[in-house]
């Protein structure tokens, strides 16, 4: 009975993530082999076919690059920001809540607050950020209509978006490094670059290593912005992992392929966690 009482304890969690997370997973599984229509019914079984006409749509292809692009650019640059944030807003600094709250506001506000937000701004006709580059001297930029500007846009409201949340929790993380280290690393001649390398990052890797799982997650699962500001376009230009599954099973109607989509992106991201965690690791 002893060695059955912790499972007495997980057995109702497993029980919820059983019903709410691997049934719902296994269920898409299904799908994804089968033809399904709109009704209850999952259809004929089609085998791969659905996975093989997947890897043959050039468009498939151009959304996971344009994915692998979103999340391999505003990964590192919202975790190295966010930690640079933090370690000046760790500093002895006056007003230092103001600035605080001030970088943490984006994090409360509503994501559709923020795409009108960042609609205005980034608007190609009068929109605040191509004014103030035409009085700077620089021909405006049209942010979001052109294929070459519109992913990148949406990186850029992610990261503001989200860049205060990653601050607060390495701030957290900065406050609980014991001072004497610092202290004893001074007396030994250590400078401050030093002390960063060898005392705070090492320090960090648990912290870092939840920020890169949420933020790896996260990144894959972007939609909001996607749907409110460019609805994928211009041409297709920043579709990405959800939205195009989005497009195959409410647009287009096809379930199966929306499962397909949806279970290589979970399968993708599975994959990069297990090499984060081996790379952190070591």
Do not use: C
């Not at 692009?69 to 002895?92: E, K």
């Not at 994090?107 to 929109?127: C, K, Q, R, S």
């Not at 049209?142 to 990261?159: K, Y």
């Amino acid at each position: 009975m002893t060695y059955a009482r912790p499972y007495v304890y997980l057995a109702p969690t497993l029980l919820l993530l059983g019903a709410f997370t691997y049934y719902p997973i296994a269920h898409l599984g299904e799908m994804s082999l089968r033809a399904p229509g709109l009704g209850t019914s999952l259809g004929p079984w089609v085998g791969g076919a659905t996975y093989a006409a997947l890897f043959h749509n050039p468009l498939f292809w151009r959304v996971l690059a344009q994915t692998a692009l979103y999340v391999f650019v505003s990964v590192p640059a919202t975790m190295a920001l966010a930690l640079g944030l933090a370690l000046l807003l760790n500093q002895p600094l006056r007003g230092l809540g103001i600035f605080r709250t001030l970088y943490y506001t984006p994090v409360v506000m509503p994501t559709v607050a923020v795409a009108a937000l960042a609609l205005w701004l980034f608007n190609d006709n009068g929109g605040i950020v191509n004014y103030f580059l035409q009085r700077a001297g620089l021909a405006p930029i049209p942010w979001l209509v052109s294929t070459a500007w519109a992913l990148p846009t949406l990186i850029l409201v992610s990261i503001w978006k989200n860049l205060g949340y990653y601050m607060l929790i390495y701030l957290a993380a900065l406050q609980a490094v014991p001072p004497p280290l610092y202290d004893a690393a001074r007396l030994d001649g250590a400078n401050a670059g030093a002390r960063f390398v060898w005392i705070t990052l090492p320090l960090l890797r648990p912290t870092t290593f939840f920020l890169s799982v949420v933020a790896l997650i996260g990144s894959f699962q972007v939609f909001d912005f996607v749907n409110l500001m460019t609805q994928g376009g211009p041409s297709n230009a920043s579709n990405v992992f959800v939205y195009f599954a989005y497009q195959q099973g409410f647009s287009y109607l096809q379930l199966g392929a929306a499962a397909a989509v949806s279970l290589v992106m979970f399968a993708i991201v599975l994959a990069l966690l297990g090499a984060l965690a081996w790379a952190l690791n070591r």
